[in-house]
């Protein structure tokens, strides 16, 4: 019997990632789902904010199973665009909500890319609170929303320095990622400069200093790290050249289902 989707989009997003975890497939929430699963505590209402879609990271090769659960659970498959680009990205369809499943596979692609196959064994339904901070940050044409999901991961995630996948910001993996990519770095590092004056619009100045004092931390941490030969030669050449990708909307490409 196939299942139907809740009206109320947190409780759909726990009922999907329990629903194919039951089934044998492994899934991770991203996007501001995620970052609201990771709230913890009770938040200013200033950062509160409503959530269209749902969006998640599955492993790589686990394609055929996972189809099959998401049609029990109750998601209408864009049929032509998964057989054409399946091996990297899946679209589905809520239906009676009204709502699309953006489905990425091993890796999350926008203006830059980030792989996530061996970052999904986290205990959770959700990715690591890095690899959040990571999807909403590469953005080269950041939005008031993705600013708001940050400042909210900066608020309720110290700043660690490992890399090894724990409930909090890791510079380490950070680092890991914009060492040998000035792109990325460029990117990153832009938009963590945006986020001090977005906290201090929404929290009271307490609060803020805490984002402030963690971003200044990160950027501390990225800007002293070592670089690659990669990244210094292309540190040369600097904004002159394009130093990222457009990303396609793809919900408006293939809406055969």
Request: hydrophobic share 40%.
């Amino acid at each position: 019997m196939t299942d139907v989707p809740e009206s109320d989009i947190e409780a759909e997003a726990v009922r999907l990632i329990d629903g194919l975890a039951e089934r044998g497939c492994v899934a991770r929430l991203l996007g501001g789902l995620a970052i609201a699963e990771h709230r913890h505590t009770a938040m200013p209402e200033s950062l509160s904010r409503s959530y269209g879609d749902i969006d998640l990271v599955i492993p790589p090769h686990r394609s055929a199973p996972f189809r099959t659960a998401m049609e029990e659970l109750g998601y209408t498959p864009n049929k032509r665009f998964n057989n054409l680009r399946g091996d990297k990205r899946m679209l589905f369809y809520d239906e009676p909500n009204d709502r699309q499943i953006d489905v990425f596979v091993g890796r999350f692609d926008m203006c830059h890319g980030v792989a996530l196959a061996d970052r999904l064994d986290t205990g959770d339904r959700t990715l690591f609170p890095s690899d959040l901070l990571l999807t909403k940050l590469q953005v080269v044409q950041i939005n008031r929303k993705d600013l708001i999901d940050a400042v909210t991961l900066l608020l309720t995630h110290d700043v660690v320095d490992g890399s090894d996948g724990v409930d909090a910001i890791e510079l380490g993996r950070l680092i890991r990622i914009t060492s040998g990519d000035w792109g990325w770095y460029t990117t990153l590092t832009d938009n963590l400069d945006r986020i001090p004056d977005v906290a201090r619009e929404l929290l009271e100045p307490v609060l803020a200093d805490r984002v402030a004092e963690r971003v200044l931390r990160l950027r501390g941490g990225l800007e002293a790290a070592p670089k690659s030969l990669k990244w210094k030669t292309r540190s040369k050449i600097g904004r002159r050249v394009s130093w990222y990708e457009l990303p396609e909307e793809v919900g408006q490409t293939i809406v055969t289902r």
